[in-house]
């Protein structure tokens, strides 16, 4: 079974610049999160999808993060306009159904730099 | 904010060795969960425990949770080089989604 695929991998940019991840969850998930983790910290939950639709966006910064899921399946997470505290890495994960009952896979992440 | 905190930071023992870390939470919760996260890589479930149970195991793992104090353990028994980690627990309250505590870094050196 493939698991959770992310890319690109690593980003570099300067600040006030743009950037997007990309996110294909496994297959038959229903359910695909966007976690934060800064150096040194445990992930923070930025956005929930149940298929298509947002059940959980109480932690992202609205004003410059926007994150969508066409069609109930891959998803993309932008920063627009990026400041320094963005830098970390951007986990997707994904699970069969909505809950904190149900495991979750997590892909391997996307390094986000601002300079 | 995150809602559990692992004890201690960072944690070095020798190959063969137990290792023991401590996830304190504030709220009550339905279920409590370890991930292990290898450097530069993504998250991996390793057990999950419900609020009604009280200990668990799962191969060389060994976890626990005191409702009452608001505190789990996982232990790992016989540690290999492939235990060399960062392990975080996750607790799920009324809200259907998991927070994550900081983490404990663990060396395992040969």
């Known amino acids: 079974e493939a698991g959770v695929a992310q890319s690109p991998r690593y980003k570099i940019i300067e600040k006030r610049q743009s950037v997007a991840f990309w996110c294909n969850p496994i297959?038959?998930?229903?359910?695909l999160y966007w976690y934060q983790q800064i150096l040194g910290q445990g992930p923070k939950l930025l956005i929930q999808?149940?298929?298509?639709?947002?059940?959980?966006d109480s932690q992202l910064p609205k004003d410059r993060f926007s994150a969508e899921r066409l069609k109930g399946v891959d998803s993309t997470l932008k920063i627009q306009p990026a400041k320094l505290e963005d830098s970390a890495v951007y986990l997707c994960?994904?699970?069969?159904?909505?809950?904190?009952?149900?495991?979750?896979?997590f892909g391997p992440g996307t390094r986000l730099t601002v300079l | 904010s995150q809602q559990g905190e692992e004890d201690p930071q960072a944690l070095s023992i020798q190959e063969g060795e137990n290792a023991t870390m401590n996830c304190s939470y504030k709220t009550s919760i339905n279920n409590l969960q370890w991930y292990r996260q290898n450097s530069g890589r993504g998250l991996v479930h390793l057990i999950l425990?419900?609020?009604?149970?009280r200990e668990k195991h799962s191969g060389r793992l060994r976890v626990t949770l005191d409702t009452s104090k608001k505190s789990s353990s996982l232990l790992i028994t016989a540690s290999r080089a492939a235990d060399t980690a960062s392990y975080f627990c996750a607790t799920d309250a009324d809200d259907y989604k998991l927070s994550f505590g900081a983490g404990t870094t663990v060396t395992v050196r040969a």
């Open positions: 999808f149940q298929n298509n639709g947002v059940v959980d």
């Open positions: 425990i419900r609020s009604n149970e």
């Open positions: 994960a994904s699970s069969f159904m909505r809950g904190g009952t149900d495991t979750q896979y």
């Open positions: 297959s038959g998930h229903a359910t």
